[in-house]
């Protein structure tokens, strides 16, 4: 099972941008599916983006435009990047991997979003 651990996080003004990494403790070519998902107070823990072996990104509606999912297989690493950031992105974000049935996730990386 890899492990991932997240960094980036950080207080970031409305309009904003940040860096989410997310690196993984071993290599990442075999992991079909590599992704960020995110849970705010009181909330379900919601998908932001995927992006698979093969390249192919996923983007839930409310980030499309703002956020940029991409990988880098030499570096084990995945990254999130956020810009025109909203009040409302505030929340825990999670890195996940998921090979067939197995998916492991990280310990997040706060994100709070000031207006």
């Known amino acids: 099972q890899v492990q991932l651990v997240e960094s980036g996080g950080g207080l970031v003004q409305a309009g904003g941008s940040l860096r989410l990494s997310c690196a993984a403790s071993?290599?990442?070519?075999?992991?079909?599916?590599m992704g960020w998902y995110r849970q705010a107070p009181g909330k379900q823990r919601e998908l932001v983006a995927t992006?698979?072996?093969?390249?192919?990104?996923n983007y839930a509606d409310s980030v499309k435009g703002r956020f940029t999912i991409s990988r880098d297989n030499a570096k084990n690493t995945v990254y999130l990047q956020m810009d025109s950031l909203k009040p409302e992105d505030t929340a825990v974000y999670y890195c996940?991997?998921?090979?067939?049935?197995?998916?492991?996730w990280g310990q997040g990386t706060q994100v709070t979003v000031s207006s």
């Open positions: 071993r290599s990442i070519l075999s992991i079909n599916t």
């Open positions: 992006i698979t072996s093969g390249g192919y990104t």
């Open positions: 996940k991997a998921t090979r067939g049935p197995i998916g492991s």
